[in-house]
C-alpha cells in the first residue's frame, strides 16, 4: 500500500462541539493504517493543545491527554500557526509538552511540536496528499 501524506487540521476549541475528539480518533485511525499523518492546530483549533485543561466545570470529559500518546503511534508532525496563538494571547509556553521517541537517535525523547508561520502553514497544506478539516 502506498504512503499518502494525511494532514488533519483542527480549526475548533475542543469542547462544545465534538469536532476535536472526532479529529483526534480519525488521526489514531489513520496512524494504525500507516499513513503519513501530520496535525495543524490553526484559529481555535489552538485551545486543544493548551496545558492544564480542566472542562469539568461545563460537564464534559477532558481528553486531552490523548494528545500526549500521538507519538506511540508515530504521529510527531505537529504545527501550531504562530498568528492563531498570538490572536488568541496565547504563547508557546502555554502549550502542553508533547513528545516522541526518535529511534533514529537512540529513542531520545523530542518535541513533536513546531511553531510556523501562517505562509509556513500554508505551505505545508499545499505539500499534502489529503486535508481534513475539523
Known amino acids: ?15 462544545g462541539t465534538v469536532y476535536a475528539l472526532e479529529s483526534l480518533e480519525v488521526v ?10 501530520t496535525l495543524a492546530f490553526v484559529d ?6 493548551i496545558k492544564d485543561q480542566k472542562p469539568k466545570a461545563i460537564g464534559m470529559k477532558n ?10 503511534y508515530d504521529i510527531k508532525q505537529l504545527y501550531v500557526e504562530r498568528e492563531s496563538l498570538e490572536e488568541r494571547g ?8 508533547l513528545t516522541y521517541e526518535d529511534e ?12 510556523i508561520s501562517r505562509a509556513e502553514m500554508a505551505e505545508l497544506m499545499a505539500a499534502q496528499d489529503v486535508t481534513f478539516s475539523f
Open 1 to 15: 500500500m502506498a504512503t499518502k501524506k494525511f494532514m488533519y487540521v483542527n480549526r475548533k476549541a475542543p469542547y
Open 28 to 37: 489514531l485511525i489513520a496512524a494504525a493504517f500507516e499513513q503519513e499523518v
Open 44 to 49: 481555535d483549533g489552538v485551545y486543544q493543545i
Open 63 to 72: 481528553f486531552s491527554p490523548t494528545y500526549k500518546a500521538l507519538g506511540d
Open 90 to 97: 496565547l504563547t508557546e509556553d502555554d502549550l502542553m509538552e
Open 104 to 115: 533514529d537517535d537512540d529513542w531520545a525523547e523530542k518535541s513533536s511540536l513546531s511553531i
